[in-house]
């Protein structure tokens, strides 16, 4: 079994640099640093060996790396959803007085950087990822490296992957066929982000929903958002612009919804009586957002915690059938607006 010594010999440099880069001390030169990780990799030297507990070889300590996939528009950074998950998984953490601790990247070769840092450094004893998209280059590398994993969402190979997720097909299509009872034909819609797995799942459910209520799928309807309230509003106000605008408009978040209802009443409509908009996730605001918002309701606070209890058991060597491959029925939540 290599040792840090060994670590050291092979990047050239003492066994405090090495020590070091293990502690996350920034005092390290990113050249130097960059040299120590490759020696890890190289050697496929385990530091909880000997940094950790030499008892249970563990931080005690569980990560979430959060990916900005886009940077058009700002808000981000304080996402009432992120912040509702990471307070499910903080809370059942509490319980074990297991630490957590999370990131915010970049997409891009920083983002692929910070997975190998943390994972060969042995920072956590284990992640939760999410925000997925199609062949996850996050995944092959944790499944490479043998590294303890869930994922919030349905992941490309679900065989070799423990992971809990809404329906969100389910979800899109409630909202669309609830409209349709009401007599909307013309719905618009925002979707997710292109790169996100989860948009491919939902435009099957919003065209599952056309399809049952007998409507037409017009793209003009049709515009890609980033989940933030900005783009909401603005693509709300191009799809206003239309000849024929929409009737409704189904959002994949609340605070895209939140935006597009701006955007509604900004031109003198009024939400729920002349345009219906329907969110999903149902966070906190959307109750008492002006209107109240009509919303496909996610628990986002209970699958943080069902997806620590996950975790925990995948770093215990724990059996996970019947926990490892949860998918989670929405609800809709009608307010006022829609009417």
Same mark, same amino acid.
């Not at 950074?77 to 509490?94: K, Q, R, W, Y």
């Not at 284990?126 to 944790?142: E, Q, S, T």
């Given at each position: 079994?290599?040792?840090?010594?060994?670590?050291?010999?092979?990047?050239?440099?003492?066994?405090?640099?090495?020590?070091?880069?293990?502690?996350?001390?920034?005092n390290?030169?990113?050249?130097?640093?960059?040299?120590?990780?490759?020696?890890?990799?190289?050697?496929?030297?385990?530091?909880?060996?000997?940094?950790?507990?030499?008892?249970?070889?563990?931080?005690?300590?569980?990560?979430?790396?959060?990916?900005?996939?886009?940077?058009?528009?700002?808000?981000?950074?304080?996402?009432?959803?992120?912040?509702?998950?990471?307070?499910?998984?903080?809370?059942?953490?509490?319980?074990?007085?297991?630490?957590?601790?999370?990131?915010?990247?970049?997409?891009?070769?920083?983002?692929?950087?910070?997975?190998?840092?943390?994972?060969l450094?042995?920072?956590?004893? *284990?992640?939760?990822?999410?925000?997925?998209?199609?062949?996850?280059?996050?995944?092959?590398?944790?499944?490479?490296?043998?590294?303890?994993?869930? %994922?919030?969402?349905?992941?490309?190979?679900?065989?070799e992957?423990?992971?809990?997720?809404?329906d969100?097909?389910?979800?899109?299509?409630?909202?669309?066929?609830?409209?349709?009872?009401?007599?909307?034909?013309?719905?618009?819609?925002?979707?997710?982000?292109?790169?996100?797995?989860?948009?491919?799942?939902?435009?099957?459910?919003?065209?599952?929903?056309?399809?049952?209520?007998?409507?037409?799928?017009?793209?003009?309807?049709?515009?890609?958002?980033?989940?933030?309230?900005?783009?909401?509003?603005?693509?709300?106000?191009?799809?206003?612009?239309?000849?024929?605008?929409?009737?409704?408009? %189904?959002?994949?978040?609340?605070?895209?919804?939140? *935006?597009?209802?701006?955007?509604?009443?900004?031109?003198?409509?009024?939400?729920?009586?002349?345009?219906?908009?329907?969110?999903?996730?149902?966070?906190?605001l959307?109750?008492?957002?002006?209107?109240?918002l009509?919303?496909?309701?996610?628990?986002?606070?209970?699958?943080?915690?069902?997806?620590?209890?996950?975790?925990?058991?995948v770093?215990?060597?724990?059996?996970?059938? *019947?926990?490892?491959?949860?998918?989670?029925?929405?609800?809709l939540?009608?307010?006022?607006?829609?009417?």
């Amino acid at each position: 079994m290599p040792t840090i010594r060994d670590v050291a010999k092979h990047a050239k440099v003492s066994v405090g640099t090495v020590s070091n880069v293990l502690n996350g001390n920034n005092n390290v030169r990113e050249e130097t640093r960059q040299r120590v990780l490759d020696a890890i990799e190289a050697l496929n030297f385990h530091p909880s060996a000997i940094a950790r507990s030499l008892t249970t070889q563990r931080t005690n300590t569980i990560g979430m790396i959060r990916t900005e996939l886009r940077h058009h528009f700002p808000g981000a950074e304080s996402d009432p959803f992120i912040l509702d998950l990471i307070d499910g998984v903080s809370s059942a953490a509490e319980e074990t007085r297991t630490g957590v601790t999370f990131w915010t990247i970049p997409v891009g070769s920083a983002e692929m950087e910070l997975y190998r840092d943390v994972v060969l450094s042995r920072q956590v004893d *284990g992640l939760i990822v999410f925000a997925l998209r199609d062949n996850d280059p996050r995944l092959a590398f944790l499944r490479e490296k043998q590294f303890p994993f869930v %994922v919030f969402g349905r992941p490309d190979s679900m065989t070799e992957t423990n992971w809990i997720d809404v329906d969100g097909a389910h979800g899109i299509e409630l909202a669309v066929t609830y409209l349709g009872k009401l007599g909307h034909q013309r719905i618009g819609y925002l979707s997710p982000p292109g790169e996100q797995f989860l948009t491919r799942l939902r435009w099957q459910g919003f065209l599952s929903g056309i399809k049952k209520i007998g409507a037409d799928i017009d793209m003009q309807l049709v515009l890609e958002g980033d989940f933030t309230e900005r783009s909401g509003e603005i693509n709300t106000h191009q799809l206003l612009d239309l000849e024929y605008p929409p009737t409704a408009i %189904v959002c994949n978040n609340d605070r895209m919804a939140f *935006g597009a209802m701006r955007a509604i009443q900004s031109r003198g409509y009024t939400v729920g009586h002349d345009i219906a908009v329907v969110g999903f996730d149902d966070i906190t605001l959307s109750r008492y957002w002006h209107p109240p918002l009509t919303t496909i309701r996610q628990p986002i606070r209970e699958i943080g915690q069902a997806l620590f209890h996950l975790l925990l058991a995948v770093i215990e060597g724990l059996p996970t059938d *019947g926990l490892g491959a949860q998918l989670i029925k929405p609800e809709l939540q009608i307010r006022e607006s829609t009417r």
